[in-house]
């Protein structure tokens, strides 16, 4: 395999070898992404060379502003743009929300040509989301390596209280300044590298769904990702020091991951249970009118916390099962549906139930997987493996200074506990969690996490 990234003369990414004998269609990112130190000077030129237009609405919020929003307009109308400032202006920190999306829309005029978004998830998915309803592209200036969400096609926002998804596009031109991002705070960093970690999990599921269910794993991609990954981990210190080269690397992770998006056309490399964990962690905090944790440190604490599973899969294989006591288990459709309905409340779940069809298995279907699991036991242990020792994960999270439990971001013993359990059921997305479901097991590996 020979994926390669390297960058132009302009800091421009340039992605070569991304051949793959998956099968799957691989498209070329047509994203322009800019990487480098000084370079917030050329975003007028970045955007000349998409010819986007000469007008444009610039969304920021107070602290990207000062970050560089300040700098990105006065360099825009120097170079002869026309801005409008939309700055979301907030007590504490800004929310993705209809009230956010709608000052965006508000602040549109009928020549408005692009957009662009000044900071990092929460600024970049408002903008991403008015963008796609206004028709209109738009330039993400990031300021911060706290996600993998630049290079999205899906926003999440929260509406009526409530997370949801809304499809959206990715933007045209992404320029990450290393030295404005080295100057987020580091927190940000922290959230970063949880965001980057979750890709061990996410690699695992898919390659596992690939033995059991034939899915097909793409190897550019996986690599891609891996890569970035492991690099990210062995350079911790660096990340920790928030030098130019370890806002690079981090950077960089975050970008790779949600290239493959692009690439493959779905989150697959990027996003598993322990992204389905946070999301329902997500859900029940909005739901008590608290506000949601950071992305990427929730990501990295639930990657961390169901890591030992992961392990004990790759040490000593599955545990017995005994299939006429998992054929007796089984749940009815009706009593699924009412799991996923009193787990997810009903519009939530109707939706799930909806849009994942397949969730729901025959007897023989379901003793197939469990007999295709110990037929390809060594196979499964050998991936497993593959993944670094969870000590490594914890050394990089302490050292950073992240949080480590969910009772340290507000998640209770509770939502944890339903959390464990009702991850799987968000997504048709085979995972090591459904699997051991499916084996009628889940319950017995639950016990090791701590
Ligand atoms: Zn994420
Ligand atoms: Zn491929």
């Known amino acids: 395999m020979s994926v390669s990234i390297g960058y132009d003369h302009d800091s421009r990414m340039v992605i070569s070898g991304l051949e793959c004998k998956c099968g799957l269609a691989h498209n070329e990112p047509k994203q322009d992404i800019y990487v480098g130190e000084d370079i917030i000077r050329n975003v007028p030129k970045y955007i000349r060379k998409r010819g986007m237009g000469e007008k444009c609405v610039l969304v920021c919020d107070r602290n990207t502003y000062e970050a560089a929003g300040r700098s990105v307009e006065e360099y825009l109308k120097a170079d002869g743009f026309s801005v409008t400032l939309c700055m979301l202006v907030r007590e504490g920190k800004v929310v ?20 662009v978004a000044v900071g990092s998830g929460s600024v970049t998915d408002v903008t991403r989301v008015s ?8 330039v993400s200036v990031g300021t911060a390596p706290s996600m993998d969400g630049y290079t999205s096609i899906v926003a999440p926002l929260i509406y009526r209280g409530a997370k949801v998804h809304r499809s959206a596009n990715c933007p045209d031109v992404i320029v990450c300044d290393l030295t404005v991002m080295s100057k987020a705070p580091e927190k940000m960093f922290v959230s970063g590298v949880g965001d980057v970690l979750g890709k061990y999990i996410a690699k695992a599921d898919w390659v596992l769904g690939s033995i059991i269910n034939g899915e097909t794993y793409c190897t550019a991609s996986g ?17 920790k020091k928030r030098t130019i080269l370890g806002t690079r ?8 991951a949600g290239l493959t998006i692009m690439i493959i056309g779905h989150t697959r490399a990027v996003a598993s249970i322990e992204h389905n964990i946070v999301h329902y962690w997500d859900m029940s905090m909005l739901k008590k009118g608290k506000s949601e944790p950071t992305h990427g ?20 294989g599955f545990v017995k099962v005994d299939k006429e006591i998992v054929k007796n288990n089984r749940l009815s459709r009706e009593a699924r549906e009412k799991w996923v309905l ?26 197939r997987r469990i007999d ?30 992240s949080e480590m439990t969910p009772g340290e971001i507000g998640i209770d013993k509770k939502t944890l506990n339903v959390s464990l359990r009702c991850a799987k059921d968000y997504r048709e997305r085979y995972s090591l969690f459904k699997l051991l479901d499916e084996m009628g097991v889940l319950e017995k590996y639950l016990t090791m996490i701590k």
């Not at 690397?249 to 790779?256: D, P, S, V, Y």
């Not at 890591?307 to 040490?315: N, R």
């Not at 939530?348 to 025959?362: A, K, M, Q, S, V």
Request: proline share 5%; aromatic share 6%; net charge negative.
């Open 342 to 367: 009193g787990t997810y409340g009903d519009e939530n779940g109707r939706e799930i139930i909806r849009e994942n069809p397949g969730d729901f298995l025959t007897w023989e279907e379901q003793e």
């Open 131 to 138: 963008a796609v309803n206004a028709h209109l592209p738009f």
């Open 96 to 115: 993705p929300d209809e009230r956010a999306v709608g000052e965006v829309i508000m602040a549109l005029s009928r020549d408005t040509e692009f957009l």
């Open 297 to 316: 440190t929730a990501v990295g604490i639930s990657t961390y916390l169901i890591w030992p599973i992961f392990e004990a899969v790759a040490k000593d």
């Open 249 to 256: 690397i981090l950077i960089e992770a975050l970008l790779l």
């Open 223 to 239: 690599e891609i990702v891996i890569e970035a990954v492991d690099r990210l981990l062995n350079n911790i210190p660096e990340i």
């Open 372 to 401: 295709r699991a110990f037929m390809c036991e060594e196979e499964i242990k050998k991936e497993l493996s593959l993944l670094p020792d969870r000590k490594r994960i914890e050394d990089a999270m302490r050292l950073l200074g």
